[in-house]
């Protein structure tokens, strides 16, 4: 089951009818803080990205597009990539700047993340905990994905590792982010969709992260469930 800490707004795990658990709602967190915390605590790279603009009331996109297809979430520049910064006070200082920024961190550095949808990845969760696979940080998304980071060099081999385990590469939606990606991180909004949240929070139990190697076959398995 899920472990609910102390910036969760619940004090039980939640299932669905499945008995897959589902993600508890957080209390927020500045994104400055957390900004700071990720370089500081986890030495992970961060870039401040887009945020949200009211316009009449409406929360729009600093990009300006009508259309965005991520609001309040993704780089705002092609150099996005040379702007990231592992300094606590260089961080601190971007986001005084921009404190509505939204918090991306760049992939392939300190680590990839296995995207899967919401369903597969609370799936893998709940059987991963009952083998005691020794997990990292997991985050939700409002888009209903769930990103279980793992080492760096994921992206490389899970289409050889997917292959290995009986499955096409795209016959599963699992997507793996790596070198010149990004995630989004919590508490960053999106749209109106919602925040991210921790699944399972970076904390100093998971602060060596697994291979990919060790969490793809319940990953690909879940995926292949949840596509039939």
Same mark, same amino acid.
């Given at each position: 089951?899920?472990?609910?800490?102390?910036?969760?707004?619940?004090?039980?795990?939640?299932?669905?009818?499945?008995?897959?658990?589902? /993600?508890?709602?957080?209390?927020?967190?500045?994104?400055?803080?957390?900004?700071?915390?990720?370089?500081?605590?986890?030495?992970?790279?961060?870039?401040?990205?887009?945020?949200?603009?009211?316009?009449?009331?409406?929360?729009?996109?600093?990009?300006?597009?009508?259309?965005?297809?991520?609001?309040?979430?993704?780089?705002?520049?092609?150099?996005?990539?040379?702007?990231?910064?592992?300094?606590?006070?260089?961080?601190?200082?971007?986001?005084?700047?921009?404190?509505?920024?939204? /918090?991306?961190?760049?992939?392939?550095?300190?680590?990839?993340?296995?995207?899967?949808?919401?369903?597969?990845?609370?799936?893998?969760?709940?059987?991963?905990?009952?083998?005691?696979?020794?997990?990292?940080?997991?985050?939700?998304?409002?888009?209903?994905?769930?990103?279980?980071?793992?080492?760096?060099?994921?992206?490389?081999?899970?289409?050889?590792?997917?292959?290995?385990?009986?499955?096409?590469?795209?016959? /599963?939606?699992?997507?793996?982010?790596?070198?010149?990606?990004?995630?989004?991180?919590?508490?960053?909004?999106?749209?109106?969709?919602?925040?991210?949240?921790?699944?399972?929070?970076?904390?100093?139990?998971?602060?060596?992260?697994?291979?990919?190697?060790?969490?793809?076959?319940?990953?690909?398995?879940?995926?292949?469930?949840?596509?039939?």
């Amino acid at each position: 089951m899920l472990v609910v800490d102390e910036t969760m707004d619940v004090t039980d795990d939640v299932t669905d009818v499945t008995g897959a658990p589902q /993600i508890p709602q957080q209390r927020g967190e500045g994104l400055q803080d957390a900004a700071v915390r990720y370089a500081e605590e986890r030495h992970w790279d961060v870039l401040p990205g887009a945020w949200l603009e009211p316009v009449a009331g409406v929360d729009q996109c600093s990009c300006g597009a009508a259309d965005c297809p991520a609001p309040g979430a993704h780089p705002t520049g092609a150099d996005w990539a040379d702007q990231a910064t592992g300094s606590p006070v260089v961080a601190r200082r971007m986001w005084s700047s921009a404190p509505r920024a939204s /918090i991306l961190l760049p992939t392939g550095r300190t680590f990839d993340a296995l995207d899967v949808p919401e369903t597969a990845g609370c799936l893998a969760l709940a059987r991963m905990e009952r083998l005691g696979v020794e997990l990292g940080p997991v985050t939700s998304t409002p888009g209903r994905r769930m990103l279980f980071f793992v080492l760096p060099g994921a992206a490389a081999k899970i289409p050889h590792l997917v292959r290995n385990q009986g499955w096409s590469p795209a016959s /599963i939606d699992l997507v793996a982010h790596g070198e010149g990606d990004y995630v989004v991180a919590p508490p960053t909004r999106v749209g109106r969709h919602g925040a991210v949240q921790w699944a399972r929070r970076p904390t100093a139990a998971n602060r060596w992260l697994p291979d990919a190697e060790e969490l793809v076959s319940v990953l690909a398995y879940a995926c292949g469930r949840d596509g039939r």
